[in-house]
């Protein structure tokens, strides 16, 4: 019998004196799904999974319709956003917490709330766990132990949950299939939402909720669920508002990946995944009853916040580490820089503030002097992000002018107009060049078209310097030369 959740208590590295807070401080309740593309929720876009938490979260808050993640990959977003760091700021590219990378002496988010007085606590999913392997272990992933008092792992069945399961990739070649972090396959399981890990979560959220009200402290509590991650495993009911023949797909263009270099072709397609339409159908549906299963559990831990009156006092931060891709181009999954993937939804709720939607560009990096700004904490001075605790009072302030987003090998810089993809550090591997205003579904690639020259140069030279300033941060400054 699996338990029901696996506790750990451990202790913060006391390099500092946690400093005298101030009575009313704020607290914190930071809430982050996995693998969410902003374009499954319904505060985003219409007509996709029904999700009420998630919207009226959004009612009450600000919205931000363009905001980023850094690296559309679990490890390296939860670590740039988790450290202040952009990956190509800090080195941190992989599975791994980035603890090697900003060394012993710079503190994470939470450890800087920690010096401020602040209980710091994780349930699930914040820096990268792998899934399913890590959740139907109860395993702590690439955590950083020193960023968390407490922290709690939630484990679950994931793909051998009981029901009814369906693998959706082909098995063309004969081997079993691959049960790792990558697969389609759903399970519409039996029984109720504490057999898996994001019910389990959510219930031990509710229960810290309750305790951290009389701790006499403020606290910092992160809940990391981790659908709708695949596999697309949650209970029965979920699945059933979403019959797979209602499914509309993305509009195929004959000739998409025409214009597309290779290496813009995503890791993970309908063709290497051999999907026939009733496959991509079924996918889909899929995520969206993932998506729903994640919402419900939200609804619960943001329930608690209410009936527990600490949501006059506590700002709710919802995001997901990347997007995801159902289809659009015929690309499945993360990895990608196009929009699907590399846009996050990201809404902040401050109490006392008015909601709002914000359009300017934010990026997953701007949440580590966001909040710190808003609970009146000092923001580091050598974090990269930028607060956005201004458009949290005026949505029409504009912080950037620009997204950055890589994977490694390939850059993208999103501004208003364009969407400028370079793969390969100098472009040696193709460029991608979109017209935002006239193709937000980037179907025309307009690098290598001649009206567009001066266009692509300029979006060049703007990333050029972008990664220039990325690279320019005190970690690498100070990093022995070889
Ligand atoms: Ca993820």
């Known amino acids: 019998m699996h338990r029901v959740i696996l506790g750990l208590a451990v202790l913060l590295g006391a390099s500092f004196t ?27 876009r219409k007509g996709t999974a029904a999700t009420p938490a998630v919207d009226g979260l959004a009612t009450r808050g600000t919205r931000y319709t363009r905001a980023y993640c850094q690296f559309p990959v679990c490890g390296p977003s939860r670590a740039s956003f988790m450290s202040g760091y952009y990956p190509h700021g800090s080195g941190t590219m992989g599975y791994e917490s980035g603890r090697k990378q900003i060394g012993p002496d710079r503190l994470t988010w939470t450890q800087h709330f920690a010096k401020h007085g602040y209980h710091t606590a994780r349930v699930g999913k914040i820096f990268h766990m792998g899934v399913p392997g890590d959740i139907e272990r109860g395993a702590d992933g690439a955590d950083d132990p020193v960023s968390w008092h407490e922290r709690f792992n939630s484990q679950g069945p994931e ?26 396959e759903l399970v519409k399981a039996d029984g109720d939402d504490l057999a898996h890990a994001d019910g389990k979560t959510a219930q031990k959220a509710c229960e810290l909720l309750k305790k951290y009200k009389t701790n006499g402290k403020p606290f910092f509590l992160a809940v990391g669920f981790v659908r709708p991650h695949v596999p697309f495993v949650a209970p029965r009911n979920y699945f059933e508002p979403y019959p797979w ?7 195929k263009v004959a000739g998409d ?70 289809c659009e181009h015929d690309f499945w999954m993360k990895v990608s820089l196009m929009e699907e993937s590399a846009r996050v939804p990201l809404i902040v709720a401050v109490p006392g503030k008015k909601p709002g939607v914000c359009n300017t560009f934010a990026e997953l990096v701007d949440l580590y002097p966001t909040v710190s700004e808003v609970c009146g904490l000092p923001v580091p001075e050598l974090i990269q992000g930028k607060s956005l605790a201004k458009t949290l009072d005026d949505p029409k302030h504009a912080v950037r002018d620009a997204a950055f987003c890589v994977n490694g090998g390939s850059f993208l810089l999103r501004t208003d107009r364009w969407a400028y993809i370079r793969h390969g550090r100098d472009g040696q ?11 937000a579904r980037q179907y025309t690639n ?23 300033e990325v690279e320019d941060s005190d970690i690498r400054r100070n990093r022995p030369k070889k």
Not at 33 to 38: C, E, G, I, K, V
Not at 429 to 439: F, H
Request: net charge negative; glycine share 6%.
């Open 429 to 439: 591997n193709g460029k991608q060049l979109y017209d935002m205003e006239k193709d």
């Open 159 to 184: 793909w051998k949950a009981r029901g009814d399961g369906e693998l959706l990739e082909n098995n063309r070649d004969g081997k079993l299939p691959v049960k790792g972090g990558n697969t389609l």
């Open 446 to 468: 307009l690098a290598g078209v001649p009206e567009y020259a001066t266009a692509l140069k300029d979006m060049d030279d703007r990333l050029t310097r972008r990664l220039a």
């Open 257 to 326: 990946w025409d214009d597309i270099p290779k290496a813009g072709i995503n890791y993970k397609t309908s063709r290497n995944l051999d999907l026939d339409e009733e496959r991509e159908k079924k996918a889909v549906a899929a995520y969206f009853a993932s998506v729903a299963y994640l919402d419900a559990q939200v609804a619960k831990v943001l329930d608690t916040l209410k009936e527990e009156k600490l949501d006059q006092n506590t700002v709710v931060v919802f995001t997901s580490d990347h997007g995801f891709h159902l």
């Open 18 to 44: 946690p400093a005298a807070v101030p009575a009313n401080q704020p607290n914190v309740l930071f809430i982050i799904a996995d693998d969410l593309t902003a374009e499954a929720l319904s505060c985003y």
């Open 245 to 251: 023949k209602d499914v509309t797909l993305p509009k």
